[in-house]
């Protein structure tokens, strides 16, 4: 069954989540129903990509009208295509969600347990994937695409959280849009990564289609990983959509030759 659910024009949801918690929040946003005009129509979300902040903003608001926390309680990242993970607190509210210069540093996945909070990352291929932690009440979400996926940021995520007392098999992960195999050409240079990481993996996340060209499945890719890192298979869900293909709902920077706005992804618990 396909985890990712449109719940408006602006946004799919985790269904399954939060039919079993009516607190969390956690989505994925579509590239609909904005203010941001031409190459970043509508909803652009990133502040970082040229788009007129202004803007960027009031489509922020847009979303949080709809998913009920406000902008004021977002967190958001600069993201580097790296494995930095950060914990956030209530005293990080705010940051990066007005101005990109203020974002936390060089971080592509964030964790917390506490409420009130949304943690917020952006998106056009990369893929997203979301952590929860049902006794705990520990969420996160990750930035992965290739460099982050080969470096281990679905790993490291799961790492903090075993440091925290919370067991891999407990954890329940999802893993949202992004850019499917057929739309995701890479050359040696990938996949001489991805080979290093995968010595004992026999079914592989990648294609040959021709000398130095192969189709790679990213979402595959961390699938593989998580379960390396521990948990559970039956745990994981993963979506359908690509960003690419679905190009009705979607950004996709490959697709739109880098000039595209980012959706986002995002998790939160609500106050009570
Ligand atoms: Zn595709």
Redesign the pocket.
């Known amino acids: 069954m396909e985890p990712f659910v449109l719940k408006t024009k602006e946004y799919f949801y985790l269904l399954q989540w939060g039919n079993e918690f009516p607190q969390l929040t956690a989505g994925f946003t579509t590239k609909n129903g904005g203010y941001s005009k031409e190459e970043f129509s509508s909803l652009n979300l990133g502040l970082h990509v040229g788009d007129s902040n202004e803007l960027v903003c009031k489509n922020k608001q847009k979303l949080s009208d709809l998913i009920q926390i406000q902008t004021t309680n977002w967190v958001a990242a600069e993201q580097t295509h790296g494995i930095n993970i950060k914990k956030i607190s209530k005293s990080d509210s705010g940051r990066g969600t007005f101005e990109y210069s203020d974002s936390i540093r060089d971080t592509d996945g964030f964790y917390t347990s506490e409420k009130g909070i949304l943690l917020t990352l952006c998106y056009a291929d990369c893929v997203p994937i979301y952590f929860l932690d049902k006794k705990s009440k520990m969420i996160g979400v990750a930035h992965a695409g290739w460099k982050g996926t080969v470096h281990g940021i679905a790993r490291e995520m799961i790492q903090k959280w075993t440091q925290e007392g919370i067991d891999p098999k407990n954890i329940l992960v999802a893993i949202g849009p992004s850019?499917?195999e057929?739309?995701?050409i890479v050359d040696d240079f990938v996949i001489d990564f991805v080979q290093k990481i995968l010595e004992d993996v026999e079914e592989k996340p990648y294609n040959q289609i021709k000398e130095g060209q192969y189709q790679l499945n990213l979402k595959q890719l961390n699938k593989i990983l998580l379960i390396q890192s521990g948990v559970l298979e039956s745990n994981i869900s993963v979506t359908n959509y690509?960003?690419?293909?679905h190009h009705n709902e979607f950004f996709s920077h490959r697709r739109d030759y880098g000039k595209s706005g980012r959706m986002m992804g995002f998790i939160g618990w609500k106050e009570d």
């Not at 690509?242 to 293909?245: E, G, Q, T, V």
């Open positions: 850019i499917c057929k739309c995701y690509c960003s690419s293909c």
